[in-house]
């Protein structure tokens, strides 16, 4: 009897050890917190979006310090929470890396545009700077091939247009008023009928 009890207590002990060890490799064997979401723009039969060199379809979880690469004719959209939203141009490489809501990477092929982000989007690009972007700015890896940094002392042509629109109707309105001469010509004369007798 007492060895039977001596077999089942080191049986236990055996089997608290294994998956205590199974758990604790589990645990220091995960790549960190999960940042965000993949989502592939596109279709192609023969190339896929890659993470950190593996093939990835829309629906994966991104970590940080991760390598989203696109290829010739797929696109890519990282959904980071509240950090925001990256978009990925083909024939892109981008080394992304959140810290609560701060995001930065490296670029090193084609271009990414902001969508959304609570913070201004720290971008390293191949000639050695960092740019700092804004909501709707598009970063090139390489600046010399078409894509200027954003800078943000230049207003948008939407926000141009818009203040133009705006300044224009506020002319129009005043010129009414001072031409109007308070008159309020509505044509024509017109009959008052009193349901009173």
């Known amino acids: 009897m007492n060895s039977k009890l001596w077999i089942q207590k080191a049986l236990t002990t055996c089997l608290t050890i294994a998956i205590l060890a199974t758990y604790s490799m589990v645990a220091l064997a995960s790549p960190g917190k999960a940042i965000g979401e993949l989502i592939v723009t596109g279709s192609s039969n023969d190339q896929n979006v890659t993470v950190n060199g593996e093939a990835a379809k829309s629906g994966r979880t991104i970590f940080s310090s991760s390598t989203i690469a696109t290829p010739d004719n797929l696109g890519a959209i990282v959904n980071l929470g509240k950090a ?31 969508l959304s982000a609570s913070q201004n989007v720290s971008v390293k690009i191949l000639n050695g700077d960092t740019i700092q972007a804004n909501v709707g700015d598009t970063v090139a890896a390489d600046p010399a091939a078409g894509q200027n940094p954003p800078n943000p002392n230049h207003a948008s042509h939407n926000d141009k247009l818009i203040f133009g629109v705006i300044l224009a109707g506020a002319l129009i309105a005043i010129l009414w008023a001072a031409n109007s001469d308070n008159r309020n010509e509505f044509g024509g004369s017109s009959t008052t009928i009193s349901p009173v007798r």
Not at 84 to 112: K, M, W, Y
Request: hydrophobic share 40%; aromatic share 6%; proline share 3%.
């Open 84 to 114: 925001g939203r990256i978009s990925f141009s083909p024939s892109s490489v981008f080394t992304l890396t959140v810290d609560g809501e701060a995001v930065s990477g490296n670029l090193t092929a084609g271009s990414i545009t902001i």
